[in-house]
């Protein structure tokens, strides 16, 4: 993956865009492939704005079919009464634009899934927590068409049908080869869609940019003993550890070659969780549901980063075998004495 500049990222509002993004966004064919919080959320919104959406589901299958999907958003409800739902990939046919949802614990799947979808022309977003996402991605299907769309927002699926969409929802966009004009051409499709939109100057910077949220809140969720971000923003130790996990993010990207103030982050981040109340991040509702924690993505592959760099990184070190045990003993795969 190239090295980050200090190019600043660029931001992008939904507003009028020229003859060339026009013509590339006009009446898209887009796959879903995950449709979780996220998944159905950004491809409901692009559903609402026009294009042809086509969503590869399982929970929400049925309960779509019959009766659409309902989002309660932040940004104003809406309610998508046809809905293109499929059980098969194959199902789907060749689209445009890929856009991979799925948790990283499946991603050993995502090729099979994603494969019967793409044509000579069809690019990918991973649109997915975690860290060295999309250079496999590359391997499967070509670097030149992969993307990385790095989602801050807090939503959470209801019963089957329904989403809840809590509060935010900006997206950070790379190319896998810093492409920057295919960046731009992601980014402006989903400002259309009104998300607030930003361009990395790297993916890998903007792999980075995420982790100073994902390494200490979803992490702290679980290793806590099963709390909401509320408990961690009211509890001095706590929050201090999310402060430390979050430096050691920004030392790991500052020795990878990425421009980042990891101080001004660290400020951010804090100030946007303050606002969440007692939001429940995905590796806590994954761990509370005793599914497998996306674990060796979001800590595990950053811990090894670091070491690979020489980067002293102990806080994280720890919440990734706290977590991974965790993670572990949880679902049953450890035994317990009795």
């Not at 996402?133 to 807090?154: H, K, N, T, Y």
């Not at 993916?203 to 940019?209: C, K, N, S, V």
């Amino acid at each position: 993956m190239p090295r980050a500049t200090s190019q600043p990222a660029r931001l992008l509002q939904p507003r009028l865009f020229d003859a060339a993004f026009r013509a590339y966004h006009s009446g898209m064919r887009i796959a879903v492939i995950g449709s979780g919080a996220v998944g159905l959320l950004y491809g409901g919104r692009l559903a609402r704005a026009g294009h042809d959406v086509r969503f590869l589901m399982r929970r929400d299958l049925q309960a779509v079919r019959r009766g659409g999907l309902t989002v309660r958003s932040c940004d104003g409800d809406f309610r998508l009464e046809k809905v293109q739902a499929f059980g098969d990939p194959r199902e789907i046919g060749v689209v445009d634009l890929v856009i991979c949802s799925l948790k990283t614990t499946s991603l050993d799947e995502a090729e099979r899934l994603i494969r019967p979808c793409v044509g000579e022309n069809t690019e990918i977003l991973c649109l997915m927590n975690g860290f060295n996402i999309e250079p496999r991605f590359g391997q499967w299907f070509g670097p030149e068409r992969i993307l990385g769309g790095l989602a801050f927002v807090c939503s959470n699926r209801g019963e089957p049908g329904i989403l809840h969409h809590i509060a935010y929802g900006r997206v950070l966009f790379g190319h896998l080869l810093d492409e920057r004009a295919k960046a731009e051409r992601m980014a402006a499709l989903f400002a259309e869609a009104g998300f607030e939109t930003r361009v990395a100057p790297s993916l890998l910077q903007a792999r980075y940019e995420k982790l100073f949220w994902n390494v200490p809140f979803n992490t702290i969720c679980v290793s806590a003993g099963a709390v909401t971000t509320r408990e961690i923003m009211a509890d001095e130790g706590l929050s201090e550890l999310a402060r430390v996990l979050m430096r050691e993010v920004g030392a790991t990207a500052q020795a990878d070659g990425c421009s980042i103030d990891t101080e001004a982050m660290v400020r951010k981040m804090m100030a946007d969780t303050s606002t969440m109340g007692s939001y429940r991040p995905s590796m806590l509702i994954d761990f509370e549901e005793k599914r497998p924690l996306e674990v060796e993505s979001i800590l595990g592959e950053p811990v090894r980063r670091a070491r690979a760099l020489n980067v002293p990184v102990p806080a994280a070190e720890t919440q990734y075998r706290l977590v991974r045990f965790l993670d572990r003993f949880n679902r049953g795969e450890v035994c317990r004495e009795v």
